[in-house]
């Protein structure tokens, strides 16, 4: 290894060099080590601050997202100055404020079937801070063909998981663990069930100590394990892990040679920002025009909390989940439309209105925060 220490090097690291496990040896392993993490959110965050810290020597980070007012109670990596600014920029600039020495390498770009395999290359480690089902399994599939450890974690509300996916060191891969996709819609986003802001700190803490693990070749790591924490009640589990001889990219036969298409696997037909719109959906704007007449009911199936946050005036409240007992106060043969914060749990319960033999009924695609955006200006966006 060619790698070495400069003075300043060696007193920025004196704490790890002191430790036998690490050592100068290991210092230089960390310097020679690249790591490509997958978003620059909650995650990410923390991840790519102690990579940083800790001197991995190179790191890439991959986001096509802009920061947001909503990002900052938990994505500590982006201050108040950066919202409207892409999270690579703000992202490298706080690795490179902790540590100048890091080389950082930004791709801000979706990560795809497309351009996947030729990012991961050059790197060693492949660490997963997405918050979607569709590149979490490009993720898996491209760290599984390209063999390379694919460092896993995810949270929602208060819980979070995390495990190294690793079949070329003996474990099983993120297939391994979930087969299938949930449906479309079943396991809401953060940005519908909310998480905690701390949450994210302390799996993507996890992650980066596995990282640095694996770098070190020290200890062990949490393959074959997978870790599960929840907050509220400030416990760890640990489940026991094993590879699916059947896994079908993992297993003894895959029949997953190469990438497939991520939206399709998923069930996921159209893109937020599509023009094109879904049959069950009318827009903001047709809500508008809804509310200023008569002869379209317009409810809102959000939980009671949610009024307190936000609101559009005149428009009566049925929850999803009240939804099974009281759709009986609604005219099944009046035009209705739904709207909750983004637009999947209006989908959901015009389904539900339709299965109860409701005719008419559409969802506001965007929900009450689309609203916000392009209507009111007024109501909160949360
Ligand atoms: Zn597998």
Not at 248 to 266: Q, R, S
Not at 310 to 328: C, H, N
Not at 344 to 355: E, N
Request: aromatic fraction near 6%.
């Amino acid at each position: 290894m060619s790698v070495e220490l400069s003075n300043e090097e060696i007193t920025r690291y004196s704490r790890h060099l002191i430790l036998p496990e690490v050592g100068m040896a290991g210092q230089k392993k960390l310097k020679a080590t690249s790591v490509l993490c997958i978003g620059t959110g909650g995650l990410g965050s923390p991840i790519l601050m102690y990579l940083a810290a800790a001197g991995i020597g190179k790191i890439g980070i991959v986001d096509f997202d802009v920061v947001d007012f909503s990002n900052l109670q938990r994505q500590i990596a982006h201050g108040t100055a950066d919202v409207g600014r892409p999270k690579v920029e703000s992202g490298k600039e706080t690795i490179n404020s902790i540590n100048p020495e890091v080389e950082v390498v930004v791709h801000e770009t979706r990560l795809s079937a497309d351009n996947v395999m030729e990012i991961m290359a050059p790197y060693d480690i492949v660490v997963d801070g997405t918050d979607n089902f569709p590149t979490r399994y490009l993720t898996n599939d491209a760290c599984v063909l390209l063999k390379k450890p694919n460092v896993y974690g995810s949270i929602f509300r208060f819980e979070g998981q995390a495990s190294v996916f690793a079949p070329e060191l003996g474990g099983p891969c993120y297939r391994c663990l979930y087969p299938e996709p949930p449906p479309p819609g079943m396991v809401p986003s953060c940005a519908e069930g909310g998480v905690l802001g701390v949450l994210p700190g302390i799996v993507g803490c996890i992650q980066a100590t596995e990282i640095l693990k694996l770098a070190l070749g020290k200890g062990s790591p949490l393959v074959n394990r997978l870790l599960l924490f929840n907050a509220l009640d400030m416990k760890f589990r640990e489940l026991k892990l094993r590879r699916d001889p059947k896994c079908p990219i993992c297993g003894d036969n895959p029949t997953i040679t190469e990438l497939i298409d991520y939206e399709e696997f998923c069930g996921i037909g159209l893109e937020p920002d599509d023009p094109q719109q879904h049959p069950d959906e009318v827009t903001v704007q047709q809500m508008k025009e809804a509310l200023a007449g008569n002869d379209i009911a317009v409810i809102d199936v959000r939980e009671h909390d949610e009024a307190e946050i936000a609101k559009i005036d005149g428009v009566p409240m049925i929850p999803l989940s009240e939804l099974p007992q009281r759709f009986t106060e609604l005219d099944p043969n009046q035009t209705i439309y739904l709207h909750c914060k983004m637009g999947a749990r209006s989908l959901k319960a015009v389904d539900f209105l339709k299965q109860q033999g409701f005719k008419y009924c559409k969802s506001v695609a965007g929900g009450i925060n689309a609203w916000a955006e392009e209507i009111d200006p007024s109501v909160p966006r949360y």
